[in-house]
């Protein structure tokens, strides 16, 4: 099983719609959590964190499920400059700070 | 704003050339990564380091090595490249447990 695994889609959205995508990982030291946005060609870029409480800017919302082990992303009222790749990043705690990449998941909005 | 810089953002080279991909950081973070990204293989971990003059192999570290003399600079080392490393290499950077930033990449062909 990859630790981290995430859907690869596309997810095909018309603008204005709320999607939401998850993110699993299967280490349960796990310590933190990231959701990076990568556009086509560019390097990844940091969208937001994910705290245990759940955390959210602007439309977009990240929460964390720890008994379940996933990590979810929603973006509402989707607009055509989301779409891009969606990287889950998990860290685990303790020894050499590796922090660990899903493979993203690819949103399309569309007009 | 944190800066990681690749010096080298698109080369060409000849199978059997040495290559070397710069990386500088500007935070004074103690981790450093080079990775690669190929089509549908997401991020793969090549090599990282947690300290000056530490490296630890990532997932795929065959036919490469790397070097951080200092603790803003890690470099990247093919010996012989060979055609099935073309690929985008990126570099990044980060405290323990925190975001990770990433280079603007490099996109290396081998002929």
């Known amino acids: 099983r990859k630790e981290v695994e995430q859907d690869p889609g596309p997810f095909n959205v018309p603008e204005g719609a709320t999607v939401a995508f998850n993110c699993t990982y299967s280490n349960s030291a796990s310590q933190s959590f990231f959701w990076y946005r990568q556009d086509c060609r560019k390097e990844p870029k940091l969208l937001m964190s994910v705290y245990s409480s759940g955390n959210e800017d602007g439309r977009f919302t990240a929460q964390l499920n720890r008994a379940s082990q996933y990590i979810s992303l929603l973006i509402r009222d989707s607009k055509l400059s989301d779409s891009a790749t969606y990287l889950c990043?998990?860290?685990?705690?303790?020894?050499?700070?590796?922090?660990?990449f899903g493979r993203g998941t690819s949103l399309i909005v569309h007009p | 704003d944190v800066k990681v810089t690749q010096s080298s953002r698109y080369l060409v080279k000849r199978t059997g050339e040495k290559v070397f991909l710069e990386c500088v950081q500007d935070m004074d973070h103690e981790n450093m990564f080079w990775y690669r990204q190929d089509p549908g293989l997401g991020l793969r971990l090549i090599y990282f380091?947690?300290?000056?003059?530490?490296?630890e192999k990532g997932d795929i570290p065959e036919g490469y090595s790397v070097s951080r003399e200092k603790k803003e600079r890690f470099s990247l080392i093919l010996e012989s490249a060979s055609t099935n490393q073309t690929s985008m290499y990126l570099c990044?950077?980060?405290?323990?447990?925190?975001?990770?930033?990433f280079g603007e990449g490099s996109w290396l062909t081998v002929v």
């Open positions: 380091s947690y300290d000056v003059k530490m490296k």
């Open positions: 990044a950077s980060s405290f323990s447990g925190n975001t990770i930033y």
């Open positions: 990043v998990v860290t685990k705690s303790g020894g050499s700070y590796i922090p660990t």
